[in-house]
């Protein structure tokens, strides 16, 4: 199984990123999609989650501003984030619980750098 995200990068304050991370390799299903995100000299936190039905749960810090999504038939979350500051610059990591042939485990993406300069 690999999760390979992309998207990240350079924005202004105020600007708009959008996060794509697709899964792959001998995939039967996969339950819950999420970011999390981790900046210099911090812990890891979550940002946003989706359940394979829709469900969604946000970070406080993120609400109304950032969106998360899923295509179940491209095996493929997205992270929309609008109104950026710099407390979002961190590098972002895509999560998913995922059930293949070889079991059921949680995968983490290799992360992607977002600077939000001021």
């Known amino acids: 199984v690999h999760l390979v995200e992309s998207g990240g990068g350079l924005v202004q304050a105020g600007g708009s990123l959008r996060l794509s991370c697709a899964a792959s390799?001998?995939?039967?299903?996969?339950?819950?999609m999420g970011w999390y995100r981790q900046a210099p000299g911090k812990q890891r936190e979550l940002v946003a989650t989706?359940?394979?039905?829709?469900?969604?749960n946000y970070a406080d810090s993120v609400k109304g501003r950032f969106t998360i999504s899923r295509d179940n038939a491209k095996a493929t979350v997205y992270l929309e984030m609008n109104s950026l500051n710099d407390e979002d610059t961190a590098v972002y990591f895509c999560?998913?619980?995922?059930?293949?042939?070889?079991?059921?485990?949680?995968?983490w993406g290799q992360g992607t750098q977002v600077t939000v300069s001021s």
């Open positions: 989706v359940s394979s039905d829709g469900w969604t």
């Open positions: 999560n998913a619980d995922i059930l293949s042939f070889t079991g059921r485990s949680t995968w």
């Open positions: 390799g001998g995939i039967i299903g996969i339950n819950t």
